[in-house]
Each structure stands twice: as C-alpha cells, then as structure tokens.
C-alpha cells in the first residue's frame, strides 16, 4: 500500500514557468514532509521540508504549500531553469527518535524547457 | 566534510549469489538507514542501523541483513538473489534524534541475472 500518493508521474514546464507537483498521504502520525531532488546517477538530495504547524514554507524559488485538513502538500518551482530538470520525490515521517522510516512517493520527473 | 559513500558503484550477480554493499557514513553522523529503489519508483526503507543494532525495519525478508561498525559506517548483506532485487540501494546517514537531516549516497545498482 502507497503510504504518500505523488502525481503527476512527468512534467514538461517552460523555462520561467512554474512547476507544480502534488502529493497526499493518509497517516496523520507523519510530522515530517520533506522533498527530494534526484538527478540520474546520484542519490536524492533533500530541498526543502515542512512540519504540519505551519501552511507554507519558502526557500528561494522553491515553495511547499501544505493542507492539514485535506492531508495534502506541494512543492512549486517558481521560475523554472532547465537545470530544475530532475525527478522529484515527496516523502513523510513519523516517530522521529526511533526508526525514522520515510514512505517516498513514486517520483515526477520534471523536464524544463528552455 | 565528507558525504556518504558508497561501494562499489555497479554490481552484477547471478540468482542464488549473495552481495554485500558496503556504507561509509557522513562525518559526525551516527545512523545509517538503508533504501532499496527500483527503476521508476520511489525508495523503499530497508532497515535502520544506530549504535551497532537494527532500529526499525521496513517490509523486507529477512535474507536482507546488515551490520554497523563502530565507526558508524555500515554493510548491507543479501542472501539467495532473486531478480526482483534488482534496483539501486541507497544508503543515508544521520544524527541521532536530527534524523531529518538524511545525507543520501549516490547509490549502488546492483543488477541480477
């Protein structure tokens, strides 16, 4: 059973467009949603992460947006470059000071056009 | 300050061998978790190592084992390949109680034919 469901699977964006992904989970144990960039060849690299007591949380032109109530989070891409263009991965926690085991999602793979 | 690293980086078996994969941990990083991601797919947790003991483990048999060293960095071990092992595994070290703080490697693909 997917514990975090990720859509879309692919993304073709502009460049200078805004990239949108989406993801919801259903246990509302998990304290930790962070988000991952995979570039073909290396391991995921964490980007940006949120806590659900607050709404949004913005790094630069990366952004989560996050719905407690609906048990859904985003991440947007503001100005897209054509070196965005990677897999991305969201992903949830819970127990953090015992096997902190993350539940990923299956990836969006976003191509920036420039 | 040096990443996770691991090895070796590609790895081809026959069904029915055995590997091991082999972690060294981020400097200052005392947890090690291990990840099995198949092509196309997200990570899936394996099992956790902290202080020399498995700390929580995923929906794994058990012919997936491991080990940590004192010196944090850590092994992973599978028994009787089957090829639906195939996939890359990733290894991510972290500081005890700051486990948000994953540093992933870039991976071992381990392919079985």
């Known amino acids: 059973q997917q514990q975090v469901k990720q859509s879309p699977q692919s993304l073709i964006v502009q460049k200078g467009g805004i990239s949108i992904i989406n993801c919801a989970y259903e246990?509302?144990?998990?304290?930790?949603f962070p988000w991952y960039q995979q570039f073909p060849g290396k391991g995921p690299a964490l980007l940006i992460a949120?806590?659900?007591?607050?709404s949004e949380k913005k790094e630069g032109r990366f952004t989560i947006s996050f719905n407690k109530s609906a048990k859904q989070f985003s991440l947007h891409i503001m100005d897209s470059q054509p070196g965005d263009s990677a897999t991305y991965f969201c992903a949830a926690s819970k127990d953090r000071n015992t096997g902190n085991q993350f539940y990923f999602g299956t990836g969006t793979s976003l191509t920036v056009i420039p | 300050e040096t990443g996770v690293t691991q090895s070796p980086t590609h790895l081809i078996k026959t069904r029915g061998q055995q590997v091991t994969l082999r972690c060294s941990s981020q400097s200052g990083h005392n947890t090690v978790s291990w990840y099995q991601q198949a092509l196309g797919q997200g990570p899936q947790f394996i099992f956790q190592?902290?202080?020399?003991?498995?700390?929580g483990r995923g929906n794994f048999p058990p012919r997936f084992s491991g080990l940590q060293f004192p010196n944090y960095s850590s092994e992973l071990n599978v028994n009787a390949l089957e090829l639906d092992d195939s996939a890359l595994y990733l290894c991510?070290?972290?500081?005890?109680?700051?486990?948000?703080?994953?540093?992933f490697g870039s991976g071992t693909r381990l392919t079985v034919v």
């Open positions: 991510a070290s972290s500081l005890r109680d700051r486990n948000y703080g994953y540093t």
């Open positions: 246990n509302t144990a998990f304290d930790y």
């Open positions: 949120i806590r659900p007591d607050v």
């Open positions: 190592y902290y202080r020399e003991e498995e700390n």
